[in-house]
């Protein structure tokens, strides 16, 4: 099984994600494509993950390696059939990539927050045992507001109506953020666009506050992800 993970800010990686590929025995190929690397022939790879960053689907004048990853995300997806996770901006790209549509959220979302399955997300089969409401970590200022033909939403909340679809039976968006771990908070409050939002949202003191919320539910959120990420080895066996 090989894995192609692709980053855009280098503290923005699969976190406990790689928890559970090492416990596995399994690698990975990690490209940070904000650092200028390429995407490789994409023949090899059995499952593309795709995570979060400060960037948006739209800026690709000032990231045109956007566009060669949005092709990319299209041929794994779309021509190859090949599973597929994307987390956040990974969500969003997913999305615009095989035809949606993202812009700024009305409203932002940044912190501990629940989630509701749709009808279609009690079916699904990567969804079916989380938990509902489940809790997430959430940290976006864009979102999807169309979804592409041939999606279904599975996960959804007031501000955002798209928080999770899944594309054919193999391609995955989150807009919320399973990968968390104990140092996730840190990691991301130090980039300064992530800290500017932090602080808008909740106020002077966030960072603290906002570890202490994901901590509490720590065990919930990493049970979650194993849900997943078994999910998606199994259909890539």
């Known amino acids: 099984m090989k894995i192609l993970v692709l980053q855009h800010v280098v503290s923005e990686h699969p976190g406990v994600l790689r928890d559970f590929l090492r416990e596995d025995g399994l690698s990975w190929d990690t490209i940070e494509l904000d650092e200028g690397q390429e995407i490789p ?4 790879y059995d499952l593309m993950i795709v995570m979060g960053g400060p960037q948006d689907v739209w800026e690709e004048d000032q990231y045109p390696w956007m566009r060669t990853e949005k092709a990319a995300i299209r ?4 021509d190859m059939r090949r599973p ?7 969500h969003q ?3 615009d990539a095989i035809g949606g549509k993202v812009g700024p959220a009305k409203t932002p ?4 927050l629940t989630i509701s399955k749709t009808e279609q997300g009690n079916l699904d089969p990567m969804f079916q045992d989380i938990s509902d409401p ?3 970590l959430q940290w976006h200022s864009a979102e999807v507001i169309e979804i592409p033909r041939g999606t279904t939403v599975v996960a959804s909340t007031e501000a955002c109506p798209i928080q999770s679809f899944r594309y054919g039976e193999h391609a995955y968006g989150l807009q919320f953020h399973v990968e968390v771990t104990k140092d996730t908070v840190s990691e ?3 980039i300064p666009a992530y800290a500017v939002a932090l602080e808008k949202a909740l106020g002077a003191g966030a960072v603290q506050r906002l570890e202490e ?12 992800a194993r849900t997943i990420y078994d999910y998606l080895r199994s259909v890539c066996s």
Request: glycine content about 8%; hydrophobic content about 55%; aromatic content about 10%.
């Open 75 to 78: 041929t794994f997806v779309m």
């Open 213 to 224: 919320n994901v901590n509490a539910a720590l065990p919930q959120f990493n049970r979650d």
């Open 109 to 112: 979302e940044i912190g501990v």
């Open 93 to 95: 790209l997913l999305a």
């Open 41 to 44: 022939d994409l023949e090899p």
């Open 188 to 190: 991301w409050a130090s």
């Open 84 to 90: 597929y996770l994307g987390v956040c901006l990974g």
């Open 134 to 136: 489940m809790l997430a």
